[in-house]
């Protein structure tokens, strides 16, 4: 079946715009991931969602950062007033149900956003 | 909190030829462990896993890894490589502590050459 898409593949906008990042994650997956991949490091993990509300936000750098998921498919990762080092690579997963640790996660190929 | 250190940034190696890349972490609760490997303009890809049981974990594409508890380390293992293994390499762990945060090393950059 079809994997985690996420949409756009890049985005380049200018500092202080505001962002939209999009997943999809895979059909009948209830949990959902988003991290931050910067360049020459290891993804970073943002936000978890279980369902529609998000059970785990620690990793949100600050409040610019924001993420919805109203009907428990697709997610939404905004960022306002975006700023050069927001720079990375965002990356979505996804699971079955996060009812367990050892459940994979599934990751997209990442929207790659660029702030000049 | 939980740390992963994948001490080498790139490992060049010969197409068939062995090869491992390392990973250590450091946590003061039980994990368990994942390797993914990143090809070029792609998502990240499970390799492999350590939850319970045999301390030698086999994966996909001929890769092992053995999990050592004493040494906290968890090396990634392949008898002969291919050029299509050319790829990032990233060692992950979870916390058996209820939250489903991973945590990455930096990664390894492996380049298999002709």
């Known amino acids: 079946g079809a994997g985690v898409s996420q949409t756009p593949s890049n985005k380049v906008t200018e500092k202080g715009k505001y962002v939209e990042l999009r997943c999809d994650p895979i059909?009948?997956?209830?949990?959902l991931y988003w991290y931050r991949q910067s360049l020459g490091q290891g993804p970073e993990f943002l936000i978890y969602?279980?369902?529609?509300?998000?059970?785990?936000d620690s990793g949100l750098p600050n409040d610019r950062f924001f993420a919805v998921r109203p009907e428990g498919s697709v997610s939404t990762l905004k960022i306002q007033r975006t700023e050069r080092g927001d720079s990375a690579v965002y990356l979505c997963?996804?699971?079955?149900?996060?009812?367990?640790?050892?459940?994979?996660?599934?990751f997209g190929p990442g929207t790659r956003l660029l702030v000049l | 909190a939980q740390s992963v250190t994948q001490l080498d940034s790139q490992v060049p190696v010969f197409e068939e030829a062995p090869v491992e890349l390392r990973c250590n972490y450091s946590?003061?609760?039980?994990?368990?462990l994942f390797w993914y490997v990143q090809y070029p303009n792609q998502g990240l890809q499970l390799l492999l896993k350590?939850?319970?049981?045999?301390?030698l974990v086999k994966g996909i594409n001929g890769f092992e890894a053995e999990f050592n508890k004493s040494q906290t380390s968890f090396h990634l293992r392949k008898p002969s490589v291919h050029i299509s293994d050319t790829a990032e390499y990233f060692c992950?762990?979870?916390?058996?502590?209820?939250?489903?945060?991973?945590?990455f090393g930096s990664g390894t950059r492996l380049q298999v050459q002709p």
């Open positions: 997963a996804s699971s079955l149900s996060g009812g367990s640790l050892r459940e994979t996660q599934y």
């Open positions: 969602f279980q369902g529609t509300g998000a059970a785990d």
């Open positions: 946590s003061s609760v039980s994990v368990y």
């Open positions: 350590y939850l319970s049981g045999s301390t």
């Open positions: 059909s009948g997956h209830t949990a």
């Open positions: 992950a762990v979870i916390p058996d502590t209820g939250r489903r945060a991973l945590t």
